[in-house]
């Protein structure tokens, strides 16, 4: 288990680098090092796992909150998948992937809406009580355009291998 520890603190550092990597600010002022402005994000629960086969899975539970005007670049190269479910204020998103979203539900209706279909490169917002899943190494972006800060909550999972690459014959 040991051994594994290693990559579990990268794969967090590449969760955060996904949420929080590159800033970009609708200010002129550059934030002091270390911090950044107009973005929070909390990781909440973390965790590994054994899955099938040789390899470990990371689950991250936290909750992000964009300022208005912050904006949040994907890295194409992280492994992981995000479950984001917007709580408060609005997101618009842009990634370079096909995409689903689940609507909120409206008050006293049983069943859900059918998921929203939106094609790649197209920029959609989920507000209050909408959701959607973003596969692993999407590029993309995440920016607050309204006056108000956003909150979402998500769950990140990548899954890693301790296993050796098998040539492709």
């Known amino acids: 288990m040991m051994r594994r520890f290693p990559i579990v603190v990268s794969l967090l550092v590449s969760?955060?680098?996904?949420?929080c990597g590159s800033v970009t600010l609708a200010q002129d002022a550059t934030p002091p090092a270390g911090e950044r402005e107009g973005v929070a994000l909390r990781s909440?629960?973390?965790?590994?796992?054994?899955?099938?086969?040789?390899?470990?899975?990371f689950l991250n539970f936290g909750r992000i909150a964009l300022e208005p005007g912050a904006t949040i670049p994907f890295d194409p190269t992280d492994p992981s998948a995000v479950?984001?479910?917007?709580?408060?204020g609005e997101l618009t998103f842009r990634v370079e992937a096909p995409m689903t979203i689940a609507r909120r539900v409206a008050p006293g209706t049983p069943v859900p809406t059918e998921p929203e279909v939106v094609e790649a490169n197209t920029a959609f917002t989920l507000r209050e009580g909408d959701s959607a899943l973003f596969p692993p190494a999407v590029a993309g972006e995440v920016r607050n355009e309204?006056?108000?800060?956003?909150?979402a909550w998500l769950v990140n999972l990548a899954v890693v291998s301790d296993a050796a690459a098998t040539p492709t014959p």
Do not use: C, H, N, Q
């Not at 969760?15 to 949420?19: E, F, I, P, Q, Y």
């Not at 309204?146 to 909150?151: F, H, R, S, W, Y």
């Open 15 to 19: 969760v955060v680098s996904l949420l």
């Open 83 to 88: 479950l984001i479910y917007a709580a408060s």
């Open 146 to 151: 309204g006056g108000d800060p956003a909150i």
């Open 44 to 57: 909440l629960a973390s965790g590994t796992l054994e899955v099938l086969g040789p390899g470990t899975a």
